[in-house]
């Protein structure tokens, strides 16, 4: 059974840093293209970064560029997003979801391609 456990949320101050974890369970991470999305209260989920399932390739939504960073550690079976420079706009819980892609070098933030979601963790930003 494929699983996905988000941890590392929290309650931070504004200009604080976090780093949420992904990991996975019942399969290796490496051959899926991995997603980080967030969902705040009263707002639709949306897709803030992915990275491809052979590492190349990132993406990030334009409101977190230069301020997070994903990465991979399959040997650890695990995705990062490293958030730096928070801001009170960041809170929401996060989620992390795979699929499985056609060309290992790319990565969609589109809700629909992912097929295993993890069951979020809530990041705060307040003072």
């Known amino acids: 059974q494929l699983q996905l456990v988000e941890s590392g949320g929290g309650l931070v101050q504004p200009g604080g840093s976090l780093r949420l974890s992904c990991a996975a369970s019942?399969?290796?991470?490496?051959?899926?293209?991995i997603g980080w999305f967030r969902q705040a209260p009263g707002k639709e989920r949306e897709g803030v970064s992915c990275?491809?399932?052979?590492?190349?390739?990132?993406n990030y939504v334009d409101s977190v560029k230069g301020r997070f960073t994903i990465s991979r550690d399959n040997a650890k079976n695990t995705v990062y997003l490293q958030m730096n420079s928070l801001k009170p706009e960041d809170t929401a819980v996060y989620f992390c979801a795979a699929y499985i892609p056609t060309v290992q070098a790319i990565c969609f933030m589109r809700e629909f391609v992912y097929h295993s979601w993890g069951q979020g963790t809530q990041v705060t930003v307040s003072s």
């Open positions: 990275i491809s399932s052979s590492g190349s390739n990132t």
């Open positions: 019942g399969f290796t991470l490496q051959s899926y293209a």
